[in-house]
C-alpha cells in the first residue's frame, strides 16, 4: 500500500490531485491518503483528512511506499521506519507555504539518497514507478549517535561560564 501525507499544517491540494490522476490510472495499486483540510477530495483512492499521531505511524508502518509533501517531521519519520519516500515539495508561489524552505529540505534528503524528490506534480507518474522498486541508501536511528552526542555536549561545556574556547 503507498501512503499519501500532506501533513498537518496547510492543505496541499496539487499532491492530492495529482496521486488521485495516478491512482485512477492505477487501480491494482492500493492507496490511502491523509488529506487535511484542502478543498480537493480524491476519488481514486479512500482518504481521512486528519489522523492521529498513533494511526498516522500505523499507516507508515504498515504502508511499503510513501508520497508526501517535504516537512522535515514526515520525511524523519518515514527514514526512522525505513521506508521509501517521494517527496513533492510545497511552493511559496502556489501559495502552498509562507516560503521554499521545503525545496531545500527535499534537495538534501534528495541528494543523501535518502528520499526521492520531484519538483513539479507532472513528475508523479514517473516518482511513484521509481518510488515503488527504490530503496534509501541508509536507515536512521530514532537516538542521536555518540559522535552527535559527543559534539554537542563539547559545544555546552564550552558555552557555560568561566570556560573558555581553545
Same mark, same amino acid.
Given at each position: 500500500?503507498? *501512503?499519501?501525507?500532506?501533513?498537518?499544517?496547510?492543505? *496541499?491540494?496539487?499532491?492530492?490531485?495529482? =496521486? #488521485?490522476?495516478?491512482?485512477? &490510472?492505477?487501480? /491494482?495499486?492500493?492507496?490511502? /491518503?491523509?488529506?487535511?483540510?484542502?478543498?480537493?477530495?480524491?476519488?481514486?483512492?479512500?482518504? %481521512? +483528512?486528519?489522523?492521529? %499521531?498513533? #494511526?498516522?505511524?500505523? +499507516?507508515? &508502518?504498515?504502508?511499503?511506499?510513501? =508520497?508526501?509533501?517535504?516537512?522535515?517531521?514526515?520525511?524523519?519519520?518515514?527514514?526512522?521506519?525505513? $521506508?521509501?519516500?517521494? =517527496?513533492?515539495? +510545497?511552493?511559496? &508561489?502556489?501559495?502552498?507555504? +509562507?516560503?521554499?524552505?521545503?525545496?531545500?529540505?527535499?534537495?538534501? *534528503?534528495?541528494?543523501?539518497?535518502?528520499?526521492?524528490?520531484?519538483?513539479?506534480?507532472?513528475?508523479?507518474? /514517473?516518482?511513484?514507478?521509481?518510488?515503488?522498486?527504490?530503496?534509501?541508501?541508509?536507515?536512521?536511528? &530514532?537516538?542521536?549517535?555518540?559522535?552527535?552526542?559527543?559534539?554537542?555536549?563539547?559545544?555546552?561545556?564550552?558555552?557555560?561560564? /568561566? $570556560?573558555?574556547?581553545?
Amino acid at each position: 500500500m503507498i *501512503f499519501v501525507t500532506v501533513g498537518h499544517q496547510t492543505p *496541499f491540494d496539487r499532491l492530492i490531485h495529482a =496521486v #488521485d490522476m495516478w491512482a485512477a &490510472a492505477n487501480p /491494482g495499486i492500493s492507496i490511502f /491518503g491523509q488529506i487535511g483540510d484542502g478543498s480537493y477530495e480524491p476519488e481514486a483512492f479512500p482518504f %481521512s +483528512r486528519w489522523l492521529s %499521531s498513533e #494511526d498516522f505511524g500505523t +499507516r507508515i &508502518a504498515a504502508s511499503t511506499a510513501i =508520497v508526501s509533501h517535504a516537512g522535515t517531521g514526515t520525511i524523519l519519520q518515514v527514514l526512522m521506519a525505513d $521506508k521509501p519516500l517521494l =517527496v513533492l515539495p +510545497r511552493q511559496a &508561489a502556489q501559495n502552498e507555504t +509562507r516560503n521554499d524552505h521545503q525545496i531545500g529540505t527535499a534537495r538534501y *534528503f534528495s541528494e543523501a539518497g535518502l528520499i526521492l524528490s520531484i519538483e513539479d506534480e507532472t513528475e508523479i507518474a /514517473g516518482g511513484i514507478s521509481h518510488l515503488l522498486s527504490w530503496r534509501p541508501s541508509t536507515t536512521i536511528s &530514532a537516538n542521536a549517535s555518540p559522535q552527535l552526542i559527543n559534539r554537542l555536549t563539547s559545544y555546552i561545556q564550552l558555552q557555560s561560564p /568561566g $570556560k573558555t574556547r581553545p
